[in-house]
């Protein structure tokens, strides 16, 4: 995946990802991070590592990235196009 470069203190991102788990407010739901703004392997790995399993994207090509650095269950935020059904099928 190509496109914009972002320089992420990742002391503070592993933080906010540990303060996410560590609330008893989320206790009771299965949280789903929008990797909209990374799109990072690497960030993605944080969120992993914190005992994500969930995560939503907002395009097809981003599901296919994020597969293929081992996460099976995401989301696609956006209507599905039916001109790329077969993508879609190989996808899942």
């Known amino acids: 995946m190509s496109g914009p470069s972002i320089l992420?203190?990742?002391?503070?991102?592993?933080?906010n990802i540990a303060a996410f788990v560590s609330n008893p407010l989320f206790d009771a739901l299965a949280l789903r991070p929008h990797f909209k703004t990374h799109q990072s392997a690497r960030v993605g790995a944080w969120f992993h590592e914190a005992g994500f399993t969930q995560i939503t994207v907002s395009s097809l090509s981003m599901a296919e990235y994020f597969c293929s650095q081992?996460?099976?269950?995401?989301?696609?935020?956006?209507?599905?196009?039916?001109?790329d059904a077969a993508a879609y099928d190989a996808l899942a």
């Open 70 to 83: 081992g996460w099976d269950d995401i989301l696609i935020a956006l209507p599905a196009f039916t001109g």
């Open 8 to 15: 992420v203190d990742e002391e503070r991102a592993r933080q």
